[in-house]
């Protein structure tokens, strides 16, 4: 089966700097990537996500690049703002799941004023 | 759009008895739910995975006798917690999906439960 490792568990910058999440997977056959936060004691929300026919995604301030060959795929977090303060869970899905999404451990991102 | 919700957000109940919770996606059909565990500061765990009119999924480990599932619409699906002990408190979240060939799923607001 798949198996997701997140780095690094916890994340503090300044506002106004960039944050970057890495992530990798196993399973060659995955080809759905989200990302999603976690504010405490709520749900995650979807933040973006990316297919493997596409290399890099881009949303406002913030991105998801790819490298299928390596494995692994990143979120970018530009112009970081204290509201940007969660945990972002990284996942993957092979086609041939079922659509179950593998879960990363998850990074607590802080981000001070 | 997407919008998926859960009841009741907590609950508290004694240990012995059962807990139902609600999962209904509100602006679209789901043909396919997942529920999920999850406990204090630690990622998310596929229980099951539910699909409208068939019999649920469970993962390994998974008492599926202990966590009833059920998927009886499009829109609503239902955990209940039978006989539920000190250990099964934990925070339940819910994901549905909209049909075939979407992968996108998209969560509810979870149900905190604690069972003393």
């Known amino acids: 089966g798949e198996n997701v490792e997140q780095h690094p568990s916890t994340l503090s910058v300044q506002e106004g700097d960039s944050a970057v999440i890495k992530c990798t997977y196993s399973?060659?056959?995955?080809?759905?990537f989200p990302w999603y936060k976690q504010e405490l004691g709520k749900g995650p929300q979807l933040i973006i996500d990316i297919r493997s026919n596409v290399g890099e995604k881009k949303d406002q301030r913030i991105a998801v690049t790819l490298n299928k060959t390596a494995k692994h795929f990143s979120l970018h977090i530009t112009e970081t703002q204290p509201e940007d303060s969660a945990v972002y869970f990284c996942a993957a899905t092979p086609s041939s799941s079922g659509d179950k999404l593998t879960f990363g451990t998850g990074t607590r991102l802080a981000v001070r004023p | 759009g997407a919008v998926v919700s859960q009841h009741p957000s907590w609950v508290i109940c004694k240990s012995g008895t059962s807990v139902k919770i609600e999962c209904r996606s509100l602006?679209?059909?789901?043909?396919?739910m997942f529920w999920y565990r999850q406990f204090p500061k630690q990622s998310l765990m596929l229980m099951a995975t539910s699909n409208e009119g068939s019999k649920a999924t469970y993962e390994q480990g998974v008492e599926k006798d202990k966590f009833l599932i059920n998927h009886a619409s499009l829109t609503l699906s239902t955990l209940t917690v039978t006989s539920a002990h000190p250990e099964d408190s934990s925070f339940y979240i819910c994901?549905?999906?909209?049909?075939?060939?979407?992968?996108?799923?998209?969560f509810g607001p979870g149900t905190r439960l604690l069972v003393l």
């Open positions: 399973d060659s056959a995955s080809n759905y």
């Open positions: 994901s549905a999906k909209s049909g075939t060939g979407k992968q996108t799923q998209y």
């Open positions: 602006d679209f059909q789901a043909t396919t």
